[in-house]
Nanobody, 116 residues
Framework: QVQLVESGGGLVQPGGSLRLSCSAS????????MGWYRQAPGKERELVAT????????NYADSVKGRFTISRDNAKNTVYLQMNSLKPEDTAVYYC?????????WGQGTQVTVSS
């Protein structure tokens, strides 16, 4: 019954912003590190950002540093990805990930398209 549901994807013009949300259920969210990954057509899934269980530590891919911010609200069992200064190369399906004691669990993904 572990479930991750992403939302907030859509079409954005270059330089625009978008905020993704991931609602979690079926596990103790506040004790798990979370992450966002993305996969473009024909490419491998890649790490975007991670956040520790209490939100005190974050890591970002070099390609998104300074533009994206990962955050979480443990009271709402939700993790967010704020995306600013979007570029066409950010176009991908974005997936929410939960670290369940070292075993990753994935959401269904949400499409982000950056195009003029």
């Amino acid at each position: 019954q572990v479930q991750l549901v992403e939302s907030g994807g859509g079409l954005v013009q270059p330089g625009g912003s978008l905020r993704l949300s991931c609602s979690a259920s079926g596990f103790t969210f506040s004790r798990c590190a979370m992450g966002w990954y993305r996969q473009a057509p024909g490419k491998e899934r890649e790490l975007v950002a991670t956040i520790t269980s209490r939100g005190s530590g974050t890591n970002y891919a070099d390609s998104v540093k300074g533009r994206f911010t990962i955050s979480r609200d443990n009271a709402k069992n939700t993790v967010y990805l704020q995306m600013n200064s979007l570029k066409p190369e950010d176009t991908a399906v974005y997936y929410c990930n939960a670290d369940l004691g070292g075993y990753p669990f994935w959401g269904q993904g949400t499409q982000v398209t950056v195009s003029s």
